[in-house]
């Protein structure tokens, strides 16, 4: 069964600093991932996916994630973080298994941004 | 911008009650889900819906749960007899299509606490 794995509960950060949230995935086929962003009292919003070809997707809001099938990790990064990235942050891998694909999501990773 | 809409945005109810989530998904989109987010714990698929009836359910998803397109714009998940462990966050989902590759927008969730 496929799974998803985000190790860092919580996460804080200075504005400005780089950042990294890890996320590691199970899954027997060729796995199709998304990280999304939950700010509060709003929904999830999508900032990038994978699916094939080049194995460093950019996404919404200046993040990008790199796909790295040797090491099962699909980990999102941004270069300099502004303190509206202050969120909860879900990474999701796609499966079905009647063709309507639902998504697995992990735990999330909260992120601070300290000033 | 199009996007999927939930109501009540908190609903508390006494347990046994019945509840009803509404949801009104993107108008041209095709599929459908509910998922659900219990305080602290990740977010979990509930169901997939299509073409009027259900694609896909998890094991969270037993006989006290049903879901509904009662008219052309709301999708609605209801729970007959709500238990205490029902208190969480559901999220209603909408998709133009039911591969993985078609994105699933979120609304921004009702919260139920059960009492």
């Known amino acids: 069964a496929q799974s998803v794995t985000q190790p860092d509960i919580h996460i804080t950060v200075s504005e400005g600093a780089s950042l990294e949230l890890r996320c590691n995935y199970s899954?027997?086929?060729?796995?199709?991932l998304f990280w999304y962003v939950q700010s509060p009292g709003q929904g999830l919003q999508l900032l990038l996916k994978?699916?094939?070809?080049?194995?460093l997707v950019q996404g919404i809001k200046g993040f990008e994630a790199e796909f790295k099938r040797s090491q099962s990790s699909f980990n999102l990064r941004k270069p300099s973080v502004h303190w509206s990235d202050a969120a909860e942050y879900f990474c999701?891998?796609?499966?079905?298994?009647?063709?309507?694909?639902?998504?697995?999501f992990g735990t999330g990773t909260r992120l601070t941004i300290i000033p | 911008e199009p996007e999927v809409t939930q109501t009540p945005s908190h609903q508390v109810t006494q347990m046994g009650q019945e509840v009803i989530l509404r949801c009104v998904p993107i108008?041209?989109?095709?599929?459908f889900y509910w998922y659900r987010q219990i305080l602290g714990q990740k977010v979990e698929f509930l169901v997939s819906f299509y073409n009027n009836e259900i694609s896909e359910k998890s094991e969270i998803f037993d006989d006290q749960f049903s879901v509904e397109r009662p008219d052309g714009s709301n999708f609605t998940l209801k729970i007959r007899s709500t238990k205490l462990e029902d208190s969480a966050m559901y999220f209603c989902?909408?998709?133009?299509?039911?591969?993985?590759?078609?994105?699933?927008?979120f609304g921004p969730g009702t919260r139920l606490t059960v009492l």
């Open positions: 994978y699916f094939s070809g080049d194995t």
């Open positions: 108008s041209n989109h095709l599929y």
């Open positions: 899954y027997g086929a060729t796995p199709y």
């Open positions: 989902a909408s998709s133009g299509g039911g591969r993985k590759t078609d994105t699933q927008y």
């Open positions: 999701a891998v796609a499966s079905s298994n009647f063709g309507n694909e639902k998504l697995t």
